[in-house]
């Protein structure tokens, strides 16, 4: 292993003395997650991840270290590295590595410190894997095939062994689509090396924290960057699925004339539907102002976009990657580059207009302000957690496959959410429950 800029072998943060504020910050969290604060006190009773050990892959943020008391609390040894170089927020990896968490990010990583540092992670020699995007789980995979590309090389320089003991592992979590889509690419192949859970697609999931966390979250990163006034704006939103649907509804209510681009025939009629414009990028880049890319996918805005923009467009990316936007072919027509607020890139033209890219293309709502609010994400780490919980229980009988959230689970963890709002069910009378059950009525 390589040590460079005060990486060791327990923490590799920023600047440990911010422990303080770090701690602050995660007890704002803390307590706008009571679904976790419920699984906290059970699992302390139950201790459901004695002698597991866990490493995760997620944003660095404050929910994060929330969800690494939880499990810690459950008897997990949990180890945690940064799932994007720009989002982790230092205070609270400071606060993590002084409780003792093996906490190896820092925001501002450099490709090869990220990928390093995720080596650093697989070094704790983890029975399960928490993954943000599966930067994890592809990495373990290229090392147990023999793959060697850069970032495999970085990896390898984080670990303490050649090759950390992959046949331990006995399933793993993943947080979003894109990661998701990445291991159910790997299980096609006929190479996943063990059980993931797909969190992303449970419905207390992707019903609330891909279209209302990062909807809202997203518009707070383009207004803390800018601080632009969205009102009377073409906003236009790339993809209209999950995140994209909840970005698109957020800047119309905040008085913008959103533009929604999407291939797909369902979603796009959707969008109609819905009283959104619908139209290709190379109609919407003449007529944007603000553009917001949420796919999942390569290239989404590329060079012949950008030569049609109006002067002063702004371009943000919520997407997991930061490739939806492509950078190079923006620097390719770039007389200058320059930093002209925080996590605001000008570019210059050659032709004179001006272009502003936030937060590097990477996810705007968590460079450029604190990620999804803690109360969704209450809900999505509480699917995580008892996720991991159910790995734990049951790993003897899961298949090497991508696995749905059990239902039970995902109504569970609706429910707890429910019963901190203090809102009441209605209950079904047996009479209705038979009804529903039989094919014998009719009108
Ligand atoms: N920023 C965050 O905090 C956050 C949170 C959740 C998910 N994500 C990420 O956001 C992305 C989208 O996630 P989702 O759950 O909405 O996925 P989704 O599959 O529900 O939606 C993606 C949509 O993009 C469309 N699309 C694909 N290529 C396109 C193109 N070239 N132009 C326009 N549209 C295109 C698809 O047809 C689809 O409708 C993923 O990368 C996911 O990991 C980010």
């Known amino acids: 292993m390589i040590l460079t800029d005060g990486l060791t072998a327990a923490f590799w943060v920023k600047d440990v003395s911010m422990d303080e504020d770090g701690m602050k910050r995660i007890a704002t969290a803390e307590a706008m997650m009571p679904v976790l604060a419920t699984l906290r006190k059970k699992y302390e009773r139950e201790r459901p991840f004695d002698g597991f050990r866990l490493s995760a892959c997620l944003h660095v943020t404050k929910e994060t270290a929330v969800l690494c008391r939880v499990l810690r609390a459950g008897g997990a040894d949990v180890a945690l590295c940064a799932s994007n170089p720009l989002s982790t927020q230092d205070d609270v990896a400071a606060a993590l590595a002084v409780e003792g968490f093996k906490v190896y990010a820092f925001r501002g990583m450099t490709a090869q410190q990220y990928y390093t540092a995720i080596g650093r992670a697989l070094s704790h020699g983890p029975d399960m894997t928490v993954d943000d995007g599966a930067d994890l789980v592809t990495s373990i995979h290229k090392l147990s095939r023999g793959m060697s590309d850069e970032s495999v090389s970085y990896v390898k320089q984080g670990l303490d062994?050649?090759?950390?003991?992959?046949?331990?592992?006995?399933?793993?979590?993943?947080?979003?689509?894109?990661?998701?889509?990445?291991?159910?690419?790997?299980?096609?192949?006929?190479?996943?090396?063990?059980?993931?859970?797909?969190?992303?697609d449970a419905l207390s999931k992707?019903?609330?924290?891909?279209?209302?966390?990062?909807?809202?979250?997203?518009?707070?990163?383009?207004?803390?960057?800018?601080?632009?006034?969205?009102?009377?704006?073409?906003?236009?939103?790339?993809?209209?699925?999950?995140?994209?649907?909840?970005?698109?509804?957020?800047?119309?209510?905040?008085?913008?004339?959103?533009?929604?681009?999407?291939?797909?025939?369902?979603?796009?009629?959707?969008?109609?539907?819905?009283?959104?414009?619908?139209?290709?990028?190379?109609?919407?880049?003449?007529?944007?102002?603000?553009?917001?890319?949420?796919?999942?996918?390569?290239?989404?805005?590329?060079?012949?976009?950008?030569?049609?923009?109006?002067?002063?467009?702004?371009?943000?990316?919520?997407?997991?990657?930061?490739?939806?936007?492509?950078?190079?072919?923006?620097?390719?027509?770039?007389?200058?580059v320059e930093t002209v607020r925080e996590n605001v890139a000008l570019y210059r033209l050659h032709d004179g207009r001006k272009i502003f890219l936030l937060g590097d293309g990477r996810l705007v709502n968590l460079v450029c302000?604190?990620?999804?609010?803690?109360?969704?994400?209450?809900?999505?780490?509480?699917?995580?957690?008892?996720?991991?919980?159910?790995?734990?229980?049951?790993?003897?009988?899961?298949?090497?496959?991508?696995?749905?959230?059990?239902?039970?689970?995902?109504?569970?963890?609706?429910?707890?959410?429910?019963?901190?709002?203090?809102?009441?069910?209605e209950k079904l009378t047996p009479k209705q429950m038979d009804y529903l059950k039989s094919w014998a009525a009719g009108t």
């Open 161 to 200: 062994e050649i090759m950390p003991q992959v046949s331990k592992i006995i399933g793993g979590t993943e947080e979003t689509t894109t990661g998701v889509l990445r291991i159910r690419a790997l299980e096609k192949e006929g190479l996943l090396l063990y059980p993931v859970i797909a969190v992303n």
């Open 369 to 425: 302000a604190e990620g999804h609010p803690s109360e969704v994400m209450d809900l999505s780490f509480a699917l995580q957690a008892e996720s991991l919980r159910y790995i734990a229980e049951n790993h003897q009988r899961l298949e090497k496959k991508v696995i749905p959230v059990p239902a039970e689970i995902d109504r569970t963890v609706a429910a707890l959410k429910l019963q901190s709002f203090g809102v009441e069910l």
């Open 206 to 336: 992707s019903l609330f924290d891909n279209p209302l966390g990062t909807g809202q979250s997203a518009l707070d990163g383009v207004l803390r960057a800018t601080n632009v006034l969205v009102a009377g704006k073409t906003v236009v939103v790339a993809g209209f699925g999950r995140v994209g649907s909840g970005i698109a509804e957020r800047a119309k209510g905040l008085g913008a004339r959103v533009v929604v681009v999407e291939p797909d025939p369902v979603k796009a009629l959707q969008a109609y539907m819905n009283g959104y414009m619908v139209m290709s990028m190379e109609r919407a880049a003449g007529l944007g102002d603000i553009f917001i890319t949420a796919t999942g996918n390569i290239d989404v805005i590329r060079i012949e976009h950008f030569i049609k923009m109006k002067d002063g467009a702004i371009l943000a990316n919520a997407g997991h990657m930061d490739v939806e936007i492509n950078k190079q072919d923006l620097q390719s027509i770039a007389e200058k």
